[in-house]
């Protein structure tokens, strides 16, 4: 099956500072998804980006299928930033319809 | 437009007991999934529901676990018997019918603790 691995495992940040995490895939995916999961567990939709660029405030993504990773910059973080950042992906055509996730990346914006 | 809601969202047990968790998905989302996540761990896939009909399961799917989804609409999880490893967060996905949606949007969880 499709192997997920993401860098850095764990990261630490003053407010403001900007910072990219790398999530690698291991097969052609048709759907690559970022979440967070904020203290209590809840994950909530970053971006939908199985390739391409996208935007959405100061945080944005970027998905080179061919070369088979995704990058997730967050730009001048802010302590509500912290919790866990996750990658998922899919592969439809292998009649699945189940994400994949890495391992994650903890992250830790400090005031 | 409501998420995906979950209920219990925390669950205490006995080993030995049968637990029952409730998932409502995105209304006129057709697909429905369950996930289970154990601490420090990405989300692992259980079970895929396409309407009413349960298209795939995980290994991690023992004979202890059963889900049902009966008319197409919410969805439930069912663990009998319950073992101490089976602590963990159960998270519930939903994603809209029709070809190229698949973004999958989640629920709040429910925490199972056994004891």
């Known amino acids: 099956g499709i192997q997920v691995e993401q860098s850095p495992p764990d990261l630490i940040l003053q407010e403001g500072a900007n910072s990219t995490l790398r999530c690698n895939f291991s097969?052609?995916?048709?759907?690559l998804q970022w979440f967070h999961q904020n203290p209590w567990g809840q994950l909530i939709n970053l971006f939908y980006?199985?390739?391409g660029t996208k935007q959405n405030g100061r945080l944005s993504a970027t998905t080179v299928a061919t070369e088979r990773y995704s990058l997730l910059y967050i730009s001048s973080s802010q302590t509500t930033d912290s919790g866990v950042y996750f990658c998922?992906?899919?592969?439809?055509?292998?009649?699945?319809?189940?994400?994949?996730f890495g391992t994650g990346t903890l992250l830790a914006v400090q005031p | 437009d409501t998420g995906v809601s979950q209920n219990p969202r925390h669950k205490i047990t006995k080993r030995g007991q049968n637990v029952t968790f409730r998932c409502d998905p995105i209304?006129?989302?057709?697909?429905l999934y369950w996930y289970r996540q154990t601490l420090g761990q990405g989300p692992e896939f259980l079970t895929y529901?396409?309407?009413?009909?349960?298209?795939?399961k995980s290994r991690l799917l023992s004979d202890r676990f059963s889900a049902e989804r009966p008319k197409g609409s919410f969805s439930t999880l069912e663990i009998q018997r319950t073992e101490q490893g089976d602590s963990a967060m159960y998270l519930c996905?939903?994603?809209?019918?029709?070809?190229?949606?698949?973004?999958?949007?989640f629920g709040p969880g429910t925490r199972l603790t056994v004891t």
């Open positions: 097969d052609s995916v048709n759907n």
């Open positions: 980006i199985p390739s």
């Open positions: 996905a939903s994603s809209p019918r029709g070809q190229g949606s698949y973004e999958q949007y």
């Open positions: 998922a992906v899919l592969n439809y055509g292998g009649a699945t319809n189940k994400l994949i």
């Open positions: 529901f396409q309407n009413e009909a349960q298209l795939e």
């Open positions: 209304s006129e989302h057709n697909r």
